[in-house]
């Protein structure tokens, strides 16, 4: 297993990735339009215009990818995992990769939106939940919990 920066060329296997999670997994609080909402937002283009000014990373396998996280001054982005690899550590490793990126980057405190499927997962890392953020605003087709961490 291997942890490398992202690049562009990735984006349409890491979109991929990410559209399998938001379809399989139940994640709670997302309606079906809230799900293709974010698979449309986590689109190979969009990620690709995000990769800019957020930092990520992937998880290879063999080349393969099975895993992204990214970063920015203020939040951590986009953890995801293959269904394949879930529960084997993949998750924990990819995080805490991006925290002390952060962390030795002199960050004093980093914000997550959570899904609910992932709440008690940040929360292990010494994330805080602030409170509950509906997208778009008002209509609940997403629900995501709004987290904070602070480094020591």
């Known amino acids: 297993m291997e942890i490398r ?5 990735d984006a349409e296997k890491v ?5 399998e999670c938001f379809l399989k997994l139940n994640i709670g609080g997302h309606t079906k339009k809230g799900i293709e909402l974010q698979i449309e937002s986590n689109s ?17 396998d063999n080349n393969k990818i099975i895993g992204i996280c990214g970063y920015d001054d203020n939040k951590v982005h ?4 293959d269904l394949n690899y879930q529960n084997k550590g ?8 991006i ?11 980093i914000k997550t939106w959570s899904t609910i499927y992932a709440e008690q997962f940040y929360n292990s890392f010494g994330f805080n939940k602030i409170k509950e953020i509906e997208l778009p605003e008002g209509k609940k087709d997403i629900v995501l919990i709004e987290m904070i961490k602070y480094f020591k």
């Open 44 to 60: 190979p283009e969009n990620l690709e215009k995000r990769s800019e000014d957020i930092k990520y990373y992937v998880v290879l």
């Open 15 to 19: 979109s991929q990735l990410i559209k």
């Open 5 to 9: 920066k992202f690049n562009k060329k």
């Open 99 to 109: 925290l002390n990126e952060a962390k030795n980057e002199g960050i004093k405190s």
């Open 90 to 97: 993949i998750g924990r490793h990819l995080l805490n990769k």
């Open 78 to 81: 986009t953890l995801f995992v």
